[in-house]
């Protein structure tokens, strides 16, 4: 029905029935879409006990999810109402529009149907081709609840979450549900480490017993060797990760590197170039990094190795720390720090140490007061212990294949590496912190209206540049930066593959897996306007081994391709 007609039948029937207000709120709440519609419905109905509370019995079953229509209904039935000049035709019409309006379709809610949120002005075909992939993705690896956020030119443009973040409740996820974020944690805690380094209270390049005395000095095969903060947020200090045999390391790292070594010159061309890759992909599965899936989503009763490794379920609570470096800090080193890569979140737990000397805080305080300077209210620490309001459960799946609730653990051993819980829009939010502070300097401001960025540009610019002997498990493009993973720009034939630079991380933890992912544009000098520019895309879910980076990417590129149609239309 065309808009004008639709309002010359609302104003009919508004005149030919007059009367109940209650009923006009209930159907503007529970039929989207109707507004004009339903205003004038609810001025229209007035009286009729039984018809009502027929109407609000049959509404509760046939439209799930509809209760305030339906108590609205009886309210109105059980109020006295006179009906002057009645018009049973008003009385067909105008029920029979209301009642056949219907409920727009979404994931499961309650047994019926949950309403997907109308998409935004401009995005439309963006989120309708991401909510696909993302449901595709919740499909084939059996993922209880999924989140996802987008956020294009520093505004949150879309945020939605699919299936449930408590089954055994039937609560579904929200875009306001918390959950683990694991190693995204590295992220916000290097946040603090360059905030830190900027105001000159941290030197990245002393030996970390500077600041921490409790973590003795190290020799390698003889000799006596530094660690320094800088190889820390690198992964290169040669500080274990759960694995504690080092002859296994070594072995899968050398299997690894044979791997990837080419045999013939030719095929060092063919990997760059996409090809080879199962050979490749096969490799870098095999890389010791914390709970991040090599390439692959999670099926139902499919276990992934690393989470055989008994220090992902430490149930002690470490009260500081400090006190949580008598895990490792006595083991020997796996290699000469700066010479190899090996992921490390036991390196995360002793830079922990290191901004809370730094800081003259407790490293949890120092981090909240990050997180409020930042406006990330929703992002605490995952304690056990605590009231956290819509924190979701986790969820693993057992040797059978059943899905069963995620043992017990506690993180208090790891909170920089992989112990905050956060949400969609907290993580969007420190994403465009992060992306405002790297672009402040590429804009004019000729009114001096442009405040600077948390961060200065040039402290970003040199958090994501790649460092050399690193390598990312996630993403066979990237190189690992400084706690981000870094893909440069590049094109290596014409009319080919153009590989965009961006940052990103993954992470992994029990019952829970993970994405941030930031897209920047491409600007040139004295560009107008204001940062941030540039697309980001956050993922969380409450299912362990699950592979997000290769989706945020696909969903971030849909978002930046619209953004530019609009630009150019």
Not at 143 to 172: C, T
Not at 385 to 408: S, T
Request: overall charge positive.
């Amino acid at each position: 029905m065309s808009g004008p007609a639709m309002a010359g039948l609302c104003r009919a029937l508004g005149r030919a029935l007059p009367g109940r207000a209650v009923l006009c709120r209930a159907l503007g709440r529970a039929l989207p879409g109707r507004a004009v519609l339903c205003r004038s419905l609810g001025r229209a109905l007035p009286g009729r006990a039984v018809l009502c509370r027929s109407l609000g019995r049959s509404l509760g079953r046939a439209l799930p999810g509809r209760a305030v229509l339906g108590r609205s209904l009886c309210r109105a039935a059980a109020r006295p109402g006179r009906v002057p000049e009645a018009r049973p035709w008003c009385w067909g019409l105008a029920l029979g529009l209301a009642v056949g309006v219907r409920p727009r379709a979404g994931g499961e809610a309650d047994g019926g149907r949950e309403e997907e949120p109308p998409p935004p002005r401009g995005f439309g075909a963006a989120v309708e081709r991401s909510r696909d992939l993302l449901r595709r993705v919740k499909d084939e690896a059996g993922i209880p609840g999924i989140i996802v956020g987008v956020s294009v030119d520093g505004k949150e443009v879309w945020s939605e979450g699919l299936g449930y973040a408590d089954v055994e409740n039937r609560v579904l996820c929200k875009p306001e549900t918390i959950m683990r974020i694991a190693s995204i944690s590295k992220c916000l805690t290097m946040m603090a480490v360059a905030k830190l380094w900027e105001e000159g209270k941290l030197d990245l390049d002393a030996p970390v017993q500077k600041y921490v005395p409790e973590f003795p000095e190290k020799v390698y095969e003889g000799e006596k060797v530094t660690i320094t903060t800088r190889l820390l947020v690198s992964h290169l200090s040669g500080i274990r990760h759960y694995e504690k045999d080092i002859a296994k390391v070594k072995e899968e790292k050398e299997k690894a590197n044979r791997a990837l070594k080419p045999t013939k010159p030719h095929q060092d061309k063919e990997q760059r170039e996409g090809k080879g890759i199962e050979k490749t992909d096969s490799a870098k599965a095999r890389k010791e990094h914390e709970g991040e899936t090599k390439g692959r989503n999670s099926k139902p009763g499919r276990r992934d190795k690393e989470f055989e490794l008994e220090e992902y379920y430490l149930k002690e609570k470490f009260e500081s720390v400090i006190e949580s470096l008598k895990i490792f800090k006595n083991d020997p080193l796996f290699f000469k720090p700066g010479s190899q890569f090996l992921y490390s979140t036991y390196g995360f737990t002793l830079l922990s140490a290191v901004v809370e000397r730094a800081s003259g805080q407790k490293f949890t305080d120092y981090m909240l007061k990050m997180f409020r300077d930042l406006d990330m209210l929703s992002t605490v620490l995952d304690d056990n212990e605590a009231m956290i309001y819509n924190r979701a459960r986790c969820y693993v799946y057992n040797k059978k294949g059943r899905l069963v609730n995620a043992p017990y653990v506690d993180n208090s051993y790891k909170w920089a590496g992989g112990g905050f819980l956060s949400s969609v829009g907290d993580l969007l939010k420190f994403g465009n912190a992060l992306l405002y502070s790297y672009q402040a300097g590429q804009f004019k401001s000729s009114a001096g209206k442009l405040l600077p960025g948390y961060l200065k540009p040039g402290t970003v610019s040199m958090m994501w540049t790649p460092v050399p002997k690193t390598e990312v498990s996630w993403d066979r493009d990237g190189k690992y930066a400084m706690a981000w993973a870094v893909v440069e720009k590049q094109q290596l034939c014409g009319c080919c593959r153009q590989q965009r630079h961006y940052a990103s991380h993954t992470g992994g933890a029990v019952g829970a897996s993970s994405v941030l992912l930031i897209l920047p544009e491409e600007l040139g000098p004295g560009a107008g306007g204001a940062p941030p520019r540039g697309v980001i895309v956050t993922i969380v879910c409450n299912m362990q081994s699950v592979s997000l980076n290769g989706t945020a990417l696909k969903i971030a590129r849909e978002f930046d391709r619209e953004k530019r149609a609009q630009c150019t239309g």
